[in-house]
């Protein structure tokens, strides 16, 4: 086990009990977010709510695992956003995906050895182990999770190969657009925003990582679109004020 993964594990360690609220039924953004891709049954519901067993708060900017640690359990996220990451010998990162309350990373390590990319909290996060057998367990008797799962994963896929031609196509005012959009459209499918009103705890740096260009020019095209008119970003709270006119620009 490496330094960062004893680290981790002494904190999880401290809160063992189940965790509360967040989890209970259909108000939980895990069960929130399945349950838009499944029908889940009471029994289905019960099993999500005790499928986390150890928790921990995790400050802003650290590291949950790193590429090449070995592949041990899984990590949902109960508040906060924490998100997949490369990077490379020079320090330059590149975000590939946002993790929001309710995601589940990842069901699928039983096929892995190693993590092949790192995922890291952005802001303070809330966040449970999930031993793999627990996860396998799930899956095996709980055929609506498990279809659940994979109709999530294909989703996130799907968002993937948008966010790759938005890097490649894509103006920088388009990308950030789109990133917003899918920050509290996602948000919202769990009941913790509002369509176009919601959290948004990220620097600068964080958005310059997920969308590919530098902090300055992030920092441009909010004055622009503070300028038009088209939303409001303070406080750590993301607010838009003509949705219409920023699909266009993101094109959609």
Known sequence: MTSLQSRLQSQFDIALRPPLGPLDGMAGPLARRLGAHAPLSSDDLAALSHLAIREAMITAHTDLVRQGDAAEGAFLILEGIACRY???????????ALLLPGDLCDPDLAHLERWDHGIATLSPCRVARVPQAAVEDLIAHHPAVALALRRSKLEAEARSRSWLTALGIGLAVERLVRLFFEIL???????LADRNEGPL???QVDLAECIGISTVHVNRVLQELRRAGLLELKGGRLRLLDRASLEAVAGE
């Open 86 to 96: 490369v990077q490379r010998a020079s320090g330059a990162r590149q975000i590939l």
């Open 185 to 191: 459209d996602r948000l919202h499918a769990v009941g």
């Open 201 to 203: 705890p990220l620097t």
